[in-house]
């Protein structure tokens, strides 16, 4: 994402290397996976102007997106609202999900529980499943 420009409308018609590629990259995913933490109660610039570079694409269109946030409980709540009113312009099949972390599960900043890591490897998994159409896109709440 660093190397993406700002977003700028009239570049639409030919669109820098950077965001050519990204498009790609999201055209070619039969499915998407966004870990977006949460910034001063929304989704953090740099993101947001990544997503403001699909918009003229049809890149996310109609994809399978799993939204991950993996926090303390009660965070990610204001990244979820503001997901929501972008990801609609995209017409996603989006599943929500929340693994809730404390920082004692970290060590050097690595996830060191083995029920945190099962609950992504799940999270993973059911968007697999929805890829190859296994699954209606509804996901169990996951575990506190």
């Known amino acids: 994402m660093a190397s993406l420009p700002h977003f700028n409308p009239d570049l639409e018609a030919y669109p820098p290397e950077s965001v050519e590629r990204l498009r790609t990259s999201l055209?070619?995913?039969?499915?998407?996976?966004?870990?977006?933490?949460?910034y001063a109660f929304g989704i953090p610039g740099a993101f947001k102007n990544a997503l403001d570079w699909?918009?003229?694409?049809?890149?996310?269109?109609?994809?399978?997106?799993?939204?991950?946030?993996?926090?303390?409980?009660?965070?990610g709540s204001h990244t979820r609202r503001a997901l929501e009113l972008v990801l609609t312009a995209f017409d996603c099949q989006v599943s929500w999900h929340h693994v809730p972390i404390h920082a004692s599960l970290l060590a050097d900043g690595e996830i060191q529980d083995d029920r945190v890591i099962r609950e992504l490897a799940r999270v993973v998994d059911a968007l697999s499943a929805r890829r190859h159409g296994h699954s209606d896109g509804a996901e169990p709440a996951l575990s506190a």
């Open 54 to 75: 699909t918009v003229g694409s049809v890149a996310l269109n109609r994809k399978p997106v799993a939204v991950l946030s993996v926090a303390q409980t009660g965070r």
């Open 27 to 38: 055209t070619l995913a039969d499915a998407v996976l966004l870990a977006v933490p949460e």
